[in-house]
């Protein structure tokens, strides 16, 4: 089984954090599950309505958030939706397949940061 953060990236921004200032990683954390929600459910309309510019979209900007907190698999689908909404015409199970793994993951995700917040 995958890890489900990539505890180097978490690392990398714990080393950000500077001396008496508000904890980064929590504000990145806090930031990401309250954005995370609406950019998946934007991304679930975008296959239901088959508008793929909107999908890749969509998917491309969570990829980014995804791999910045370690969310490597979590980006990986993101990454996944995103090509298959910049390649247009595609049957919607494919990505509504990806989709429900996406889902699926993010739970995973949000209880690691949770966890991992938590410290």
């Known amino acids: 089984m995958m890890d489900v953060l990539d505890m180097n990236a978490l690392e ?70 995103e090509a298959l909404g910049r390649a247009g015409v595609c049957p919607r199970a494919e990505p509504e397949r990806v989709q429900r793994e996406l889902e699926a993951q993010f739970d995973l995700v949000r209880e690691a940061l949770n966890r991992e917040r938590a410290h």
Do not use: N, V, Y
Not at 12 to 35: H, K, N, V
Not at 59 to 76: N, R, T, V
């Open 12 to 81: 990398a921004l714990r080393s950000l954090q500077e001396e008496g200032e508000d904890d980064l990683l929590a504000e990145l954390i806090d930031l990401f599950l309250e954005d995370a929600p609406a950019r998946i459910s934007a991304m679930r309309a975008a296959i239901a309505g088959e508008d793929w510019p909107a999908l890749s979209s969509w998917a491309h900007s969570l990829k980014g958030s995804c791999g910045s907190l370690g969310a490597m698999h979590m980006a990986d689908l993101c990454g996944t939706l």
